[in-house]
């Protein structure tokens, strides 16, 4: 707990610690002005590491929201009439700011959030991938003209922006997800409305203050902290507001669904995963490691594409098991401003409860402990690297999303058992698999009911892929030249009389 009276006090203490000082904001940003909330009323930020306050920002609630999709509004006719040359280059300065100040940025992530600082330095760096790659790929919105059936027709299809977008991003990416929505959205013309997860509002504010820095006109882009349930009635319900973006669990995308409806909005949606990570008797044993350790601890198994169940055939089970412990083993657990630290805290405390939950439940289930399987001793959020081996399919692990760091392993047979299994969950976002046999892999990639599958990789997310789910995890693309589709209307224009 903060010794600290006054979390001004301590703000103040963490801004001294950053050399770019005026990128910790404690205000909302709204129509290019930072505001406090109409109340008066904060929220409190602790860092996940050791509880301490770091501060606090506006709590805001629907009347600020409200403000801020106006200014939005405002704000869009001249941001859709620029060139998209013009709005790559303010763009790109955007993008320049950001990895001037990434030393800055990584501290403020790793203070509220708690990943380890060359992670969050890596994330913030990722960002700017998706800024960069939508400076260019928003010059290249391309439309149609389509041969008409009528002799003095002409078919005409162009794409235009959606107008106001909602943003609503989570914790366990407080950086990238905001740019990878935002980047596409401007760089069509779009302006936009942010609510950052109230654990991570800091780093959105920060990148406010560099778009401010970079040139983007008041009200092109709006951020706003506070009540998530008013904010996200407001931004879904509000007839401005043309497209919702959102991040975070299926239960609160089904949410923002139903509330979209009113208005019937355009929607992407990034939900949860529940990744199955298959290593077949064919695999070379060692990559299957290697990936399975990426994609299961990366940010302490807290993101949508962890793997959440790693199935292995009864023929090389032993051989990975021993193999895996052995490299979770090696991870060094602690406080992510720490020289080495490679895991940090889960976010808050009932994350942790559910990781604890889950795993005793998976070891009355049937399940041994191989590795971990409880509270680290650093107390707090921090919670053991964790290995259970012949986990059973009663297990709440095998059907409910972890977001931990806990590897579920399971054995099988053959390839239609455990397609089978891999498919069994209503949640189709990221999958894995390791095979050198070339008519499995495409036997098993086509058969996997999911948006994206890793083939001998962990999977690496980038501005260049289609990321997004199928089921349960999502509507929609992000990145690539797909990602544009999202922010774009098709107009069909006739020309007669030719
Ligand atoms: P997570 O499990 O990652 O915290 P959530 O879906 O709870 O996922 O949160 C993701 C984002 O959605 C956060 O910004 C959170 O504040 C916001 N959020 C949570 N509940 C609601 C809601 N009822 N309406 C709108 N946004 C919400």
């Known amino acids: 707990r903060s010794t600290l009276s006054s979390s001004s006090a301590a703000s103040d203490v963490y801004k001294r610690q950053l050399k770019n000082k005026a990128l910790f904001k404690e205000s909302c940003f709204v129509g290019g002005k930072w505001i406090d909330s109409d109340s008066g009323e904060k929220i409190k930020v602790d860092n996940p590491a050791n509880n301490e306050i770091i501060g606090e920002v506006p709590k805001c609630s629907t009347s600020e929201t409200t403000k801020a999709i106006e200014e939005a509004q405002d704000a869009f006719p001249n941001w859709r009439d620029k060139t998209a040359k013009e709005r790559?280059?303010?763009?790109?300065?955007?993008?320049?700011?950001?990895?001037?100040?990434?030393?800055?940025?990584?501290?403020?992530?790793?203070?509220?959030?708690?990943?380890?600082?060359?992670?969050?330095?890596?994330?913030?760096?990722?960002?700017?991938?998706?800024?960069?790659?939508?400076?260019?790929?928003?010059?290249?919105?391309?439309?149609?003209?389509?041969?008409?059936?009528?002799?003095?027709?002409?078919?005409?299809?162009?794409?235009?922006?959606?107008?106001?977008?909602?943003?609503?991003?989570?914790?366990?990416?407080?950086?990238?997800?905001?740019?990878?929505?935002?980047?596409?959205?401007?760089?069509?013309?779009?302006?936009?409305?942010?609510?950052?997860?109230?654990?991570?509002?800091?780093?959105?504010?920060?990148?406010?203050?560099?778009?401010?820095?970079?040139?983007?006109p008041d009200g092109v882009i709006n951020i706003i902290t506070g009540s998530a349930a008013s904010i996200g009635k407001e931004l879904t319900e509000n007839p401005i507001v043309k497209k919702i973006s959102f991040t975070g669990s299926t239960e609160v995308g089904k949410?923002?669904?139903?509330?979209?409806?009113?208005?019937?909005?355009?929607?992407?949606?990034?939900?949860?995963?529940?990744?199955?990570?298959?290593v077949f008797d064919d695999a070379d044993l060692d990559e299957a490691v290697t990936g399975a350790m990426q994609s299961k601890f990366r940010n302490s198994g807290q993101t949508c594409i962890c793997a959440n169940r790693i199935f292995?055939?009864?023929?090389?089970?032993?051989?990975?098991?021993?193999?895996?412990?052995?490299?979770?083993?090696?991870?060094?657990?602690?406080?992510?401003?720490?020289?080495?630290?490679?895991?940090?805290?889960?976010?808050?405390?009932?994350?942790?409860?559910?990781?604890?939950?889950?795993?005793?439940?998976?070891?009355?289930?049937?399940?041994?402990?191989?590795?971990?399987?409880?509270?680290?001793?650093?107390?707090?959020?921090?919670?053991?690297?964790?290995?259970?081996?012949?986990?059973?399919?009663?297990a709440k692990i095998t059907y409910e999303e972890t977001f931990g760091p806990v590897a579920p392993l399971y054995k099988f047979s053959s390839d239609e058992e455990v397609i089978k299994m891999a498919n069994d969950t209503p949640y189709g976002l990221a999958s894995y698999f390791y095979s050198r046999d070339i008519g499995r892999i495409w036997r098993v990639a086509e058969a996997l009911e999911y948006g994206m599958v890793g083939v001998n990789t962990g999977l690496t997310t980038k501005a260049e892929i289609p990321f997004g789910g199928v089921k349960e995890s999502g509507l929609g693309r992000e990145g690539s030249k797909y990602g544009l589709d999202d922010y774009l209307n098709i107009k069909y224009i006739s020309m007669a009389g030719i």
């Not at 800055?104 to 998706?130: C, F, H, N, S, W």
């Not at 780093?203 to 406010?208: E, F, I, P, R």
Request: hydrophobic residues 45%; aromatic residues 6%; proline residues 6%.
């Open 88 to 216: 790559s280059i303010i763009l790109q300065k955007w993008a320049r700011l950001i990895e001037q100040n990434v030393d800055d940025l990584a501290r403020i992530m790793t203070l509220e959030q708690g990943k380890p600082l060359a992670e969050a330095k890596g994330e913030i760096l990722m960002g700017v991938t998706y800024i960069d790659f939508y400076a260019e790929e928003g010059k290249r919105v391309y439309g149609d003209i389509i041969p008409d059936p009528m002799p003095d027709r002409r078919i005409v299809v162009i794409k235009q922006p959606v107008g106001v977008v909602g943003a609503i991003t989570p914790w366990n990416f407080p950086s990238t997800m905001i740019t990878r929505k935002c980047a596409p959205a401007l760089a069509v013309g779009c302006t936009v409305v942010i609510k950052p997860a109230s654990q991570t509002p800091y780093s959105a504010l920060a990148l406010g203050v560099l778009a401010k820095e970079a040139g983007f």
């Open 312 to 394: 292995v055939h009864e023929k090389v089970y032993d051989e990975f098991l021993n193999k895996f412990i052995a490299e979770v083993n090696k991870i060094k657990v602690g406080n992510g401003l720490e020289e080495g630290i490679v895991s940090g805290p889960l976010i808050d405390q009932p994350s942790l409860m559910k990781v604890m939950d889950q795993v005793k439940d998976a070891v009355n289930q049937g399940a041994k402990i191989a590795v971990g399987g409880d509270v680290h001793s650093l107390g707090g959020n921090f919670f053991q690297p964790t290995v259970l081996s012949d986990v059973t399919n009663k």
């Open 255 to 278: 949410v923002l669904l139903q509330q979209s409806a009113t208005t019937v909005k355009k929607v992407s949606m990034e939900l949860g995963g529940h990744a199955p990570f298959v």
